[in-house]
């Protein structure tokens, strides 16, 4: 809907555009997730702006969002890259729900595999979701982002 276009640049795909005057990139890292990291701390020197980190969540229901200014990465591999080439916590991440996972599955398995009909159907409307919750947190700031974005 914003009309960009990803290029490649590195190890990542970047599309570059603005809203509400502000320059923004979406950063997405060609590398396996548990080296993300590196791609974000590569993009970082290139641009030290604020950045948000966008990751999906099995410890959250299906289609929830949970907005942060910091915080501990539940043993996602992408936010523990992230930690580890940026030295530490301090960045604020999205989570975006896509458990629960079945008991007894397997987490690779359950993650890499396709949407069911019901998940497909219900995709769109959640990626809008998450991108309103980017948009608000780069124009309005993270705490009114998160009073919004974040269930009571």
Not at 7 to 19: C, S
Not at 89 to 117: C, H, M, N, Q, T
Not at 130 to 143: M, N, P, Q, Y
Request: proline share 5%.
């Amino acid at each position: 809907e914003l009309g960009w276009r990803f290029r490649p640049h590195g190890q990542a795909l970047i599309a570059e555009g603005k809203y509400r005057l502000q320059e923004l990139w979406l950063v997405k890292p060609l590398s396996y997730m548990n080296r993300s990291g590196q791609v974000v701390k590569d993009v970082l020197e290139k641009c030290s702006d604020d950045f948000l980190v966008v990751v999906d969540d099995v410890d959250l229901e299906w289609g929830q969002l949970r907005l942060r200014k910091r915080g501990g990465t539940s043993g996602h591999n992408g936010l523990d890259s992230i930690r580890d080439h940026l030295g530490g916590e301090d960045f604020p991440r999205l989570r975006i729900g896509i458990g629960p996972r079945p008991e007894g599955a397997e987490l690779s398995e359950y993650v890499l595999s396709p949407f069911s009909k019901t998940e497909l159907a219900e995709l769109p409307g959640m990626i809008e979701r998450a991108r309103d919750a980017v948009l608000l947190a780069t124009s309005e700031g993270i705490d009114i982002a998160m009073n919004k974005v974040n269930p009571a």
